[in-house]
């Protein structure tokens, strides 16, 4: 008989508890101003969407601060 593992995902509180600090000093290594803000409005975002893969969270969590970051930093036309 095989048996299978079961992967328990985090929650949210547990992903945001993980990775909160890492994500404001990725913004903030990245030259954002409101490093802070950056990675609560990722979180904000990642709430309010339905991932296909939860394992796919903390990555999309990092593209989202990298994407905010340099919207924020880009000059007005």
């Given at each position: 008989?095989?048996?299978?593992?079961?992967?328990?995902?985090?929650?949210?509180?547990?992903?945001?508890?993980?990775?909160?600090?890492?994500l404001v000093r990725l913004?903030?290594l990245l030259g954002a101003?409101?490093?802070?803000?950056?990675?609560?409005?990722?979180?904000?975002?990642?709430?309010?969407?339905?991932?296909?893969?939860?394992?796919?969270?903390?990555?999309?969590?990092?593209?989202?601060?990298?994407?905010?970051?340099r919207n924020r930093l880009?000059?007005?036309?």
């Amino acid at each position: 008989m095989i048996e299978t593992a079961t992967v328990t995902r985090p929650s949210f509180a547990e992903l945001f508890a993980a990775h909160y600090h890492a994500l404001v000093r990725l913004a903030g290594l990245l030259g954002a101003d409101d490093p802070e803000d950056i990675a609560q409005e990722a979180f904000s975002r990642l709430h309010t969407r339905r991932l296909r893969d939860d394992g796919a969270a903390l990555a999309h969590l990092r593209s989202t601060v990298c994407n905010l970051t340099r919207n924020r930093l880009q000059p007005d036309p």
